[in-house]
């Protein structure tokens, strides 16, 4: 169960962050009133929220799931590491028991972007407040936040155009220290010069995705809502997949948080299919941070 999350909201000059989206410059305002009912929601949920303030230093800092990786850990959890992909119990994670924060794990990471390696300073003193020890991806390694879905013991970690091999590796090599089982997703685009770093033989990297993220998101009771064009890969065989259809693509980075999944406004289908479920969805208007590149996950850091 959550019960914190970090926020920041974007700065003046938000629209000169990176982004490839094509879909025009956000607006300011209207960006502010979208992250203001998205804080809304996840006090909805349960969660205390700490707000930085906007930082013009950093115009993507408002993404802030991208300079850490929260790890949820589950209390009292002995059969760590004994799991790979299909997790064996069903139970409801937020009926599981709360670990509390100094047992919980964090990674401080190196993003990809050389424009953004310097938000990590001030979420570093943040989590250094509140995580007994912070492992940090080292150069060369690169990770960005987005890149990474957890699903329970498991962890699926994207190699993208920010996260490269060195930083997945370093990554995995961590968690796996501490009892946790991973697999690596690679999502660049085709480049015959490359060759995927994957544990699956048949992964293909033909996406257009900036992170894994942007196409998956872990829900609970083994249930994963995947993009079409992620949906066949191995790396998600044995799980129950959702289907997010490619005109809703964007919908899929969702986020659980407690009882209820936030999913961005304007995704009837994959809304639709998640409350058939029985999920409680809350709708958010994300359109000016769609413009930056930027979906639900990557606004918080939960904890
Ligand atoms: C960037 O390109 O880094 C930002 N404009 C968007 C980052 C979105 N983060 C995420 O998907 N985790």
């Given at each position: 169960m959550f019960t914190r999350a970090i926020v920041c909201p974007p700065a003046p000059n938000f629209s000169q962050g990176l982004t490839r989206s094509g879909l025009g410059a956000p607006d300011y305002e209207r960006a502010l009133r979208?992250?203001?009912?998205?804080?809304?929601?996840?006090?909805?949920?349960?969660?205390?929220?700490?707000?930085?303030?906007?930082?013009?230093?950093?115009?993507?800092?408002?993404?802030?799931?991208?300079?850490a990786v929260l790890v949820e850990v589950s209390d009292g959890d002995t059969t760590r590491g004994a799991r790979h992909h299909k997790v064996e119990s069903?139970?409801?994670?937020?009926?599981?028991?709360?670990?509390?924060?100094?047992?919980?794990?964090?990674?401080?990471?190196?993003?990809?972007?050389?424009?953004?390696?310097?938000?990590v300073v001030t979420i570093r003193k943040l989590l250094n407040e509140v995580f007994p020890a912070l492992f940090?991806?080292?150069?060369?390694?690169?990770?960005?936040?987005?890149?990474?879905?957890?699903?329970?013991?498991?962890?699926?970690?994207?190699?993208?155009?920010?996260?490269?091999?060195?930083?997945?590796?370093?990554?995995?090599?961590f968690l796996v220290s501490?009892?946790?089982?991973?697999?690596?997703?690679?999502?660049?685009?085709?480049d015959p010069g490359v060759s995927p770093a994957t544990h699956s033989p048949d992964a293909r990297a033909t996406s257009d995705l900036l992170h894994l993220k942007s196409g998956l998101a872990y829900l609970g009771e083994n249930r994963l809502a995947v993009t079409d064009e992620l949906?066949?890969?191995?790396?998600?065989?044995?799980?129950?997949?959702?289907?997010?259809?490619?005109?809703?693509?964007?919908?899929?980075n969702c986020i659980r948080v407690n009882d209820h999944v936030l999913v961005a406004a304007g995704h009837p289908q994959f809304e639709g299919r998640l409350r058939e479920l029985g999920y409680q969805t809350i709708a958010l208007e994300m359109s000016e941070f769609q413009k930056m590149d930027g979906g639900l996950s990557c606004l918080s850091l939960r904890f």
């Open positions: 979208q992250h203001q009912a998205y804080c809304a929601a996840l006090e909805q949920c349960g969660l205390t929220l700490t707000k930085l303030e906007a930082n013009p230093d950093y115009p993507d800092s408002t993404f802030v799931e991208d300079t069903q139970a409801l994670p937020h009926s599981r028991a709360t670990a509390p924060v100094s047992e919980r794990l964090a990674i401080l990471t190196r993003p990809g972007a050389p424009s953004r390696a310097g938000e940090s991806i080292q150069s060369p390694g690169t990770l960005d936040g987005g890149d990474v879905c957890q699903a329970e013991n498991h962890f699926f970690i994207g190699i993208s155009e920010r996260t490269n091999e060195a930083g997945a590796r370093q990554l995995a090599e501490q009892g946790f089982t991973t697999s690596f997703v690679d999502i660049r685009k085709s949906c066949e890969r191995v790396e998600f065989a044995g799980y129950d997949v959702i289907r997010v259809p490619s005109s809703e693509e964007y919908g899929a």
